[in-house]
């Protein structure tokens, strides 16, 4: 029997939904699976010393895009930027070259930077560039600089203040007892007040609230591995019992990892963990497939794939720094805003195919609900995300990949509303997102072994 859906038959409509959600797919696909490390968007880190009355900034960074004046507020790769052509030719260039461009440029630079004391501020000069040899141009290259500026009469603290367009900074100080401060500075933010002497006035509440950011935007628009592992627990079951059990023992297995490489307890190289968090993701795809539900074994392989997460997640920490002042406060507010990055990509994935959820078993064709779903899947979605970068939001990043997510769940959900059966759910929503999971893990885990 053909149902009609707003006067097509239910064949002809599935063929058309059916072309549009592989196209969608193919597009999240590509972008999900560019190269995540080639021309990836580092924060900068400066470690602040303040003695004899000079502030020092001891810099970590890549130089190449400072050089080339690229806006990296909002910006997760330089391909994405106007000057990506300008960056590669830096990158290409001899260390003495790349150390006399960055010094050129470095009064432009300094505006950028704003140290101040009290009412003054800091005037900042350049004192070494550090830049490492050509290796491979395809990926970041860290260099190091030190700045110094005079501090003014008296004794009040020094705040630290860095420009948007120069990206993300963390912020350490040092030397300066077990309750230095630590900070991570985006948006153009300033740092807490640090006193010229003895610890900084950041409290442990301050601390744990300052964190829990820098572990949302981890997972939230950043950790798109993270992201795929978690939707594959989503599309095991449409029970609430099987995620629960999922979620948790992977929560708790992360967790602990994530806590014993802090404290440096435990430390595995990124080039074994990341290929593996890859396999994960094939695994929890393929085995949605390949299984009608919970199996006695999925959640202890959850718990062990939890346990290379967290390496992962201690190794952006340790990219960021914990310092010694308020560590545990720290540790938990990073872990707090995984667990709110987690929560929300489960509730977003959850809003986006609740309607074909809601009718798993019922073999009757919902029309209305299609269309609604395939309508914000193919024009209100795109449309949104085109605003937002008329309005000046970097979506060639993390957002970009996101909006494709969202819009493939949605065509997905559409599929599944337009089609007739009582398995539409698991046929046309969790078996080819699941698909789609462990074909990107695929290609990630070859990019991270073998490219």
């Known amino acids: 029997m053909i149902f009609q859906l707003f006067g097509l038959p239910v064949r002809v409509a599935r063929a058309a939904v059916l072309s549009s959600v592989i196209a969608c797919a193919g597009l999240l696909l590509a972008l999900m699976s560019s190269p995540g490390l080639a021309h990836e968007v580092q924060p900068s880190v400066a470690d602040l010393t303040i003695a004899d009355g000079t502030v020092t900034l001891d810099f970590e960074a890549t130089l190449e895009p400072f050089v080339a004046g690229v806006d990296l507020e909002g910006l997760q790769d330089t391909n994405a930027s106007d000057r990506a052509d300008e960056v590669d030719r830096l990158r290409a260039l001899d260390p003495d070259a790349m150390a006399q461009a960055f010094r050129d440029r470095f009064d432009a630079f300094a ?18 560039v550090d830049v490492p040899e050509v290796g491979n141009v395809a990926l970041p290259r860290l260099s190091d600089f030190v700045v110094t500026g005079a501090l003014p009469p008296g004794d009040a603290p020094v705040i630290v203040q860095w420009d948007a367009s120069l990206g993300a900074l963390v912020l350490r100080q040092m030397e300066a007892g077990p309750e230095a401060y630590t900070g991570y500075l985006t948006n153009g933010a300033e740092s807490a007040p640090i006193p010229r002497v003895g610890p900084s006035s950041q409290t442990w509440l301050q601390a744990f609230l300052a964190y829990i950011p820098v572990g949302f935007e981890h997972i939230v628009p950043l950790g798109l591995d ?17 995620l629960f059990w999922q979620v948790s023992a992977f929560t708790l297995a992360h ?90 990509v489960i509730a977003l994935a959850f809003g986006l195919v609740f309607m074909a959820m809601r009718e798993y078993g019922r073999a009757a064709v919902q029309r209305l609900p299609a269309w609604i779903s395939l309508g914000l899947a193919f024009v209100i979605v795109p449309a949104l995300f085109a605003g937002m970068s008329l309005l000046g939001v970097t979506l060639e990043g993390g957002l970009l990949p996101l909006a494709a997510t969202i819009a493939v769940l949605l065509g997905l959900s559409g599929a599944a509303l337009a089609s007739e059966g009582d398995d539409s759910y698991r046929q046309n929503v969790a078996n ?20």
């Open 226 to 242: 993270h992201i795929l592992f978690v939707l594959g627990l989503f599309f095991l079951s449409t029970h609430l019992g099987p």
């Open 432 to 451: 080819p997102a699941s698909i789609l999971i462990a074909l990107v893990g695929a290609y990630w885990f070859v990019e991270r072994v073998f490219l």
């Open 255 to 344: 967790t602990v990892t994530l806590a014993l490489a802090a404290l440096g307890i435990v430390s595995v190289s990124p080039a074994i963990v990341e290929p593996l968090i890859a396999a994960s993701i094939v695994y929890v795809g393929v085995e949605n497939v390949l299984s009608r539900g919970m199996t006695p074994w999925r959640p202890a392989v959850v718990l062990a794939f939890g346990l290379l997460h967290g390496l992962g997640f201690a190794g952006v920490l340790t990219e960021y720094g914990l310092g010694t002042s308020n560590f545990v406060a720290k540790l938990i507010g990073f872990n707090v805003g995984v667990e709110l990055g987690q929560l929300f």
């Open 111 to 128: 505006r950028q930077i704003s140290v101040t004391s009290g009412d003054a501020r800091i005037p900042l000069s350049l004192q070494s």
